[in-house]
């Protein structure tokens, strides 16, 4: 079945890297998603990495991709006290003719002083 | 930020009762979404549609039915509210499925008493 999975909860200092990480079931998922969401808002695509690579950076955030573990992160360089949100990761799941994402229940990363 | 608008915001409902939210977008999108968002489960998919008058069901789809007569409006209606339909629903567009990111709308917060 579908199903993915994320650790609940990450606090960190200001100026450190938070990792947060995602196992998904989908092998054949060929698209993994980041989302942030932040109080009282909808979820804002942060990025995506495409099943055929094995990273991606885009400034302060980095993507790596294990297919043979099913193992997805994002790392967060220099964490500020604005990233501090839920992050969800979401993969794609083809069903019933169609594709959907299926997503985590989200991450809650607390950045502190 | 996609032209995504949810109407309306914030609904307090009594059990029992009809209940229809509404999703527009102006992106001439052919897919949408309905998610709920619950503390614990992160999003689950309603309901679907990948063009007009095609809708699909997602993985919790009991007790919601939705419509789309247009391709800019997608609306989830609760026939007879229930407690347990207490939650923020979020539509979601996006121009290829799964194949392309999804952009959300900022939600609507239900209540049924």
């Known amino acids: 079945g579908e ?4 650790s609940l909860f990450l606090s960190v200092r200001e100026g450190d890297s938070s990792v947060i990480n995602c196992t998904y079931t989908d092998s054949s998922s060929t698209y ?7 109080p009282g808002a909808g979820l804002q695509l942060l990025t995506y990495i495409f099943s055929n690579m ?7 955030l980095t993507v790596l991709l294990n297919k043979k573990d099913k193992h997805l992160s994002l790392r967060i360089a220099d964490t500020q006290t604005g990233d ?8 794609v799941s083809f069903s019933g003719g169609y594709n959907k994402l299926i997503f985590g229940a989200g991450t809650r990363l607390a950045v502190h002083p | 930020d996609a032209g995504i608008t949810q109407s309306p915001r914030h609904k307090v409902t009594e059990t029992g009762t009809p209940v229809t939210l509404r999703c527009h977008q102006t992106e001439n999108h052919r897919y949408m979404y309905w998610y709920r968002q619950d503390p614990g489960h992160g999003l689950r998919l309603i309901h679907y549609s990948y063009g007009v008058k095609d809708t699909d069901k997602g993985e919790v789809s009991d007790g919601y039915s939705v419509s789309r007569s247009k391709t800019e409006d997608f609306l989830l209606t609760l026939e007879s509210a229930t407690s347990s339909q207490t939650s923020v629903y979020f539509c979601a567009i996006s121009e ?3 194949r392309s990111p999804l952009h959300f709308g ?8």
């Open chain 1, 3 to 6: 199903d993915v999975e994320q």
């Open chain 1, 32 to 38: 993994l998603y980041w989302y942030k969401q932040e």
């Open chain 1, 54 to 60: 094995d990273m991606k950076q885009d400034q302060r």
């Open chain 1, 84 to 91: 501090s949100a839920i992050y969800f990761c979401a993969e």
């Open chain 2, 96 to 98: 290829e499925g799964g």
């Open chain 2, 106 to 113: 900022n939600g609507t917060r239900l209540t049924v008493t």
